[in-house]
């Protein structure tokens, strides 16, 4: 009976990946982006999301490498989106209404850019509470723009990859 159960969910999943293949690059390169934003990393769950999307890449017949290509794009695009803002608005920006509720997130965060410099780009990709204010900060800091055009290029395509590969190895191994 479990057998039977879960051999129709895994159908069941594996006929939408089919059905909704086109949409897996879209969606994912809009959930990386979203969850790069300043802020809205913290309310969007955009990791469990794009985790289920390397789940049925796994289980489809979608390709893999523009799904990824489209999420390590959009991860790096919010970033960009984020240093942007840091430079233009500059230290004014720590006084807006969402960021002054949240003092030790921009004190942690102008902490670890200050003790990792331009590596700090690519760790605070991989941990949550840093990644929603780091790139924002190290633009407000003066991070030098191709240093961290770099890092951030460079991350983000680690990034989506490490986001794709448990789900996508690890649905493969149950088909």
Known sequence: ?????F?????TLVDFARTHADWLAPLGFAFAFLKSLPLVALVIPGTALLLSI?????LGDSAFVPVWLAIAVGAALGDWVQYACGVWFGPGLMRSRPLRKRPALLHRSTLFIQKWGVLSIVLCRFFGPLRATVPMIAGICGMRPAAFQI???ASAFLWAAALLLPGWWGTRAFL
């Open 1 to 5: 009976m479990l057998f039977e159960t």
């Open 7 to 11: 051999h129709s969910l895994q159908e």
């Open 54 to 58: 390397g789940a049925i890449l796994g």
């Open 151 to 153: 890092a951030n290029w």
